[in-house]
């Protein structure tokens, strides 16, 4: 059982950056996929970027399109802990963002992730 709490929403301008943090708990976040997906009201839950093992202690990143060059996943496995930097925020960034966590897969299929935050909130003004 992994449990997700994430963290860092919050209301910014346009143009503006927030870093979402989600911490985990676990013995084995290290080999867990994690995923940040965001739903807007109104819409889909739809994937923003996702990290995975890629053997060693190499791990890939994958982005959706409309986010790729403003916003990076990263990972720190000593505190369990899975970040996405936002830079560059733009009005249709607003959404509630859920960290998740894939057991095997991930990537940007939330049908792939077994478990998942409570969500945080992220406002981007005009």
């Known amino acids: 059982q992994v449990q997700l709490v994430e963290s860092g929403g919050g209301l910014v301008q346009a143009g503006g950056s927030l870093r979402l943090s989600c911490a985990a708990s676990?013995?084995?976040?290290?080999?867990?996929?994690m995923g940040w997906f965001r739903q807007a009201p109104g819409k889909e839950r739809e994937f923003a970027a996702a990290t995975s093992w890629s053997g060693g202690s190499t791990y890939a990143a994958y982005y959706a399109d409309s986010v790729k060059g403003r916003f990076t996943i990263f990972r720190d496995n000593v505190k369990n802990t899975v970040y996405l930097q936002m830079n560059s925020l733009k009005p249709e960034d607003t959404a509630v963002y859920y960290c998740?966590?894939?057991?095997?897969?991930?990537?940007?299929?939330?049908?792939?992730?077994?478990?998942w935050g409570q969500g945080t909130q992220v406002t981007v003004s005009s």
């Open positions: 998740a966590a894939a057991s095997e897969g991930g990537r940007g299929s939330p049908s792939r992730y077994d478990y």
């Open positions: 676990g013995r084995t976040f290290s080999r867990y996929a």
